[in-house]
């Protein structure tokens, strides 16, 4: 991990570019595939995806779904103080309701 | 008979961990997760290794970077920097609250709250304090 050290916090609300400099939005969610735990419980979480997309004030207050993205973390190429940077095209990146982890 | 959602098959970090509260094996209060750790992720040579979460972050230590630049600057000064890690294998339980396999002493957690307790079982009128 880069930009901020070893922490996660620090990526909520950056500003998602891919490489062509295309925004996709601001980091609102970081995905780990298993479920909730309650025995057997894990000694690490793998994190797979972010979720993305622009959210306005409806998604902000729960009113509406966000039209999200999930990116891959394999497709991060830099994290900026600023930005993240994801290889590919938008149109590579799937709409949450088509997501299904990558490790299932 | 009406069947209810399927657990889902992923955690979101961010809103079922970050900022929720932990309770140790006894059920006490002991804190709240402001930050995660992580290993992996981009390296210097530009690589991307697989990024897991490795402990839960409690303390001002953890909480005061996520502030803004100028209170993140300040603050720290005021409130200390003590940043407690709880190894992620330390959860048996996600929910409303996160739930650990020890108790808080145990893990360095609610020193403060114990000291305070002490402290105030020795002021006159507490259970313990003299009449």
New interface residues.
Partial sequence: ??A?G?????L?DLPVVAEDGTRLGHV????????????P???????DCL?CGRRGLLERLGWKKPDALAVP??S????HAHAVVVRGPVDSFRKLDAYR?ES? | MKKGNP??????????V?DHALLDADDWMCGTV?????????R?D?T?E?????AL?VGAG?WT??LPALFARLLPHVVGSQCVRV???E?????EQIKL?SRAAALGLASADRRLGLWIAKLPGSERGEQ
């Avoid at chain 2, 697989?50 to 490795?54: A, F, K």
Wanted: hydrophobic share 35%.
């Fill in positions: 991990m880069k901020s070893n922490r996660l916090a620090w909520e609102f969610e970081i995905r780990s595939p298993g479920r909730a735990e309650t025995e419980t894990y000694a690490e979480r793998s994190v979720l973390w394999s991060v190429v830099a994290l982890s299932r | 657990t889902p098959e992923y955690v979101d970090l961010y809103r079922q970050l402001d930050d995660l750790e992580v290993e992996g992720g981009l210097r530009g991307n697989p990024l897991r979460v490795t972050l953890a970077p996520r190894p992620w294998s959860v048996s339980e996600l929910g396999r």
